[in-house]
């Protein structure tokens, strides 16, 4: 937005910074410069080379913990949960629904939900499913469960 040359009229002034006192200059002018070269060793050093680009560095710079929270989920979940369609990952599909899933390209997988097992005394669920058609079973833990109790 920047400042007006002759600065902003008093009683607009007054009434957004509410008694705060007024940034004067450029914004971020007050903070210490960054090592770039530094940040970008740390940052390899804690998610691994590969996984680093500049544009990550830059990223961790400008909003250290979005990007610290953007990468914790990307490593935990892989990069194959991009791979997903929006409503497959946001909401659960319906019994016999199915989605396919491009993991490649030319390559994909046609997954379709069957059905979710009772609550175990562990906290977990059987899901079935089949994947490209072969039946599949995988246990998981129901966060819902896990939080009434």
């Not at 989605?99 to 009772?118: C, N, W």
């Amino acid at each position: 937005l920047g400042h007006p040359p002759d600065g902003f009229p008093e009683p607009l002034k007054s009434r957004v910074l509410k008694g705060k006192t007024e940034i004067v200059g450029r914004p971020g002018e007050t903070l210490p410069p960054a090592d770039l070269k530094s940040m970008e060793s740390r940052l390899k050093d804690k998610y691994g080379a590969t996984n680093i680009s500049k544009r990550d560095v830059m990223s961790s710079a400008m909003y250290p913990k979005v990007f610290e929270e953007y990468m914790d989920f990307t490593l935990r979940y892989s990069q194959l949960v991009e791979k997903l369609p929006t409503r497959a990952f946001l909401t659960p599909l319906e019994e016999d629904e199915e989605v396919e899933v491009e993991l490649a390209k030319g390559v994909s997988a046609v997954i379709k939900y069957k059905a979710v097992g009772e609550l175990q005394p562990n906290g977990k669920r059987e899901v079935f499913f089949e994947a490209n058609g072969i039946p599949r079973l995988v246990e998981v833990v129901d966060r819902a469960a896990e939080q009434a109790i």
